[in-house]
C-alpha cells in the first residue's frame, strides 16, 4: 500500500509542487490543509501515515499544529516546511517533534529523501 500523506501549506501553489513530487515517487496524497486548524482536523479524519506541514501560515502556524497533532497521536510523523532564514522556528519544530524538515523551494530528491528517512 502506498504511503497516505497529508500535506499542509497555506499556498496553493506550494501544495501542488509537493503533491505532484509525492505522487510521481508513488504517495498517495490523501489530503490536503491550508491552515493549522485544518491540518489538526483532516489528520483526525484521514489518519494519514505521514504529514508534510508548512511552518509559516495564517490562523494557526505549523509548529502549533504539530503540537496539537502529537498531543493526540505521539506517534505521528511530521516533516516541517520552511523558507530560507527561518533556522528558529525548525529548532521549535523539531523540539515539538518533528521528524525533519525541507527547505522551500522544495528539491524533489531532498523531499523524497526526507520521507524514506522518516517512514523509515
Do not use: H, W
Request: charged share 30%; proline share 3%.
Amino acid at each position: 500500500m502506498a504511503n497516505r500523506i497529508l500535506v499542509v501549506d497555506d499556498a496553493a501553489f506550494m501544495r501542488m509542487m509537493i503533491r505532484d513530487i509525492l505522487t510521481k515517487n508513488g504517495y498517495d496524497v490523501c489530503g490536503e490543509a491550508n491552515d493549522g486548524f485544518q491540518a489538526v482536523e483532516k489528520y483526525k479524519e484521514l489518519k494519514p501515515d505521514l504529514i508534510t506541514m508548512d511552518i509559516t501560515m495564517p490562523e494557526m502556524d505549523g509548529i502549533q499544529a504539530l503540537k496539537e497533532i502529537k498531543a493526540i497521536d505521539p506517534n505521528a510523523k511530521v516533516i516541517m516546511c520552511s523558507a530560507m532564514g527561518q533556522q528558529a522556528m525548525v529548532i521549535d519544530a523539531i523540539q515539538a517533534g518533528a521528524k525533519d524538515f525541507i527547505v522551500k523551494p522544495f528539491q524533489a530528491d531532498r523531499v523524497i529523501e526526507a520521507i524514506k528517512k522518516t517512514m523509515g
